[in-house]
């Protein structure tokens, strides 16, 4: 059985596929070539069943889609479900020096990485939520990844999640979290 993946960003695909391997079972994951909805929700758990629900709709699949970005304690939470669009650009690189720039005299730079993972199937509707916690790092570092990750230092580690190797980033990040936490849902469900 197909499940479609409701996202048009190709590293998530990817990513997606390398976190989840072995508890898709004998179910493929496919990518979403739909129009995109509008992301209008005020959490990332909305903006996650927004996307499930349009992809489930245009395909008549089950599927699935996250909502993530970096929430910063300093900044109020943000860019939270403003990540992708922090600069105005849907630029990383746009986003990441914004980032860095609104935290040139802050002495708190604590962050987290989160995610909303969601599942659609029919009526059938279930969200997990997962939290990577860490800090924002003065400099980008690293080349691995995509996003904030460069200047995104994980609790526990001394290196940025872009330093970290991805199979090393897939096994612990805010998406990995997420997804297995849905995933059991989403194997009860199809079977």
Known sequence: MKIVLATHN?????ELRRILGPALGDHELIGYDGPEPIEDGDSFEANALIKARAAAAHT?????????????????????????????????????????ANLADVADRSAAFECAAAFVDGAFEHVARGVWPGEVLP???????????????????????????????NAISHRARAFAAIMPVVRERLG
């Open 139 to 169: 400099a980008a570092s690293g080349t691995n990844g995509f996003g904030y990750d460069p200047i995104f230092q994980p609790e526990g580690h001394d290196v940025s999640s872009a330093e970290l190797a991805p199979e090393e980033k």
């Open 10 to 14: 190709a590293h998530k695909v990817e």
């Open 60 to 100: 008549g699949l089950p599927a699935l889609a996250d909502d993530s970005g970096i929430s910063v304690a300093a900044l109020g939470g943000e860019p939270g479900i403003h990540s992708a669009r922090y600069a105005g650009t849907r630029n990383d690189r746009d986003n990441n020096e914004l980032l860095l």
